[in-house]
């Protein structure tokens, strides 16, 4: 079995990918459906946010 070549993604497929995980709400689904791995949906649907969430930090 040999190393997959790297695909590139159009703005449109990774905006219709955000789209159908926020329709759908779950990464793996959305991804096995796209052939994409989740957390390859899960960095597109992050950079799309406009507001990105903060780091939460422990207070020790």
């Excluded at 497929?13 to 955000?18: F, G």
């Amino acid at each position: 079995m040999g190393k997959r070549k790297k695909r590139t993604f159009t703005a449109q497929q990774k905006a219709e990918a955000v789209r159908l995980y926020k329709a759908v709400g779950n990464y793996s689904e959305v991804g096995r459906n796209l052939d994409i791995h989740p957390n390859v949906l899960r960095a597109w649907v992050k950079s799309a946010s406009p507001h990105p969430r903060p780091h939460r930090t422990r207070a020790f």
